[in-house]
């Protein structure tokens, strides 16, 4: 029942995997503390100018947003199937998923780039080529270096997800994994979710400001 | 040689996937309600916690049998709340801040 890649400290595959799912969970929870700390200093900072941050997240994009949560949530259905696929041998399926996993994070940099060309076009760059529209005061600035800073730690976190997530694709289509050999697929899994988990909270920080009026 | 297990159900994952999209929508009808600025980041941060824990618990497997993953992964929230709470603390004592 053992395959070829058991390490000799494990009992057995489910061990294995179990302990290397353990080490992604105690990643994660530094993951927490980190993104964490930004959203706190975003609430510091909401609680302390609440108006110039609902003028400044009126001019955020919900829609691009939005569609990116979408995607997002749909590339955690298809990781959390191709973890599914390699359990029950279903090898092309597996392939497939993967490959449409990383193909939906790349369309969400791909809309992510999109909403940042705007974001210039529209002159909300802070300290590089921010303008001020009628009303807003130098917090609308810290607002926008929070949208820059925290989406762009989460599309590195992002792409570091599409670059594994490829590895376990080539791997896959090589036959690499099997029922009993999906550790590395769970952990990628985990982390690919987490970054999921993390773009639910950016969302709420961002987009829903400033939409319904004073 | 392989030991071939029956697949998992896929009803819960596409149930999860469901409902997380339809909070999604939620959000955004919630975000162009006059619901004032107490209840604003209640509700938004309220559907974040909630689609949080439907990927944590479906997705990400916490569901089941109990096991020393829940507490890994209870750590990282347990001292998000030490990170939050003397935070809190310091900003709330400061003076000087917000500047006006």
Not at chain 1, 63 to 71: D, E, F, P, V, Y
Request: glycine share 8%; aromatic share 14%.
């Amino acid at each position: 029942m053992f395959s070829g890649r058991l390490q000799e400290q494990y009992t057995d595959s489910a061990q294995q995997s179990e302990t290397a799912q353990l080490g992604m969970w105690v990643f994660i929870a530094t993951e927490i503390m980190f993104f964490g700390a930004l959203i706190f200093s975003y609430t510091v900072c909401r609680i302390a100018y609440p108006e110039q941050f609902r003028l400044a997240g009126h001019d955020s994009f919900i829609l691009l947003g939005s569609i990116n949560q979408a995607i997002l949530i749909t590339s955690s259905l298809t990781m959390v199937l191709a973890v599914r696929a390699a359990k029950a041998d279903q090898q092309r399926m597996l392939v497939l998923l993967l490959a449409a996993t990383a193909a939906l994070g790349i369309a969400f940099l791909g809309v992510k780039g999109y909403e940042y060309a705007k974001d210039v076009a529209a002159h909300s760059v802070p300290a590089l080529d921010y303008v001020f529209k009628p009303g807003e005061r130098r917090p609308t600035e810290i607002f926008w270096c929070f949208y820059f800073v925290a989406t762009g730690l989460h599309a590195i976190h992002l792409s570091i997800g599409i670059v594994l997530v490829l590895l376990l694709t080539v791997r896959a289509a090589q036959g690499a994994f099997s029922p009993d050999y999906d550790a590395p697929l769970e952990v990628i899994g985990l982390y690919w979710s987490f970054v999921d988990t993390a773009w639910f909270f950016l969302f709420a920080c961002i987009y829903p400001l400033g939409r319904a009026g004073p | 040689m392989s030991v071939r297990t029956p697949p998992e159900p896929i009803g819960p994952y596409v149930l999860g996937w469901a409902v997380l999209l339809l909070l999604l929508g939620l959000s955004v009808l919630a975000a162009y309600e006059p619901i004032g600025p107490i209840f604003q980041p209640i509700v938004h941060f309220g559907i974040a916690a909630t689609q949080a824990a439907i990927v944590f618990i479906i997705f990400m497997k916490l569901r089941g049998r109990p096991s020393l993953k829940w507490v890994f992964a209870a750590a990282g929230f347990f001292w998000l709340m030490f990170l939050f709470g003397l935070s809190t603390v310091d900003y709330a004592t400061r003076s000087g801040f917000p500047l006006k």
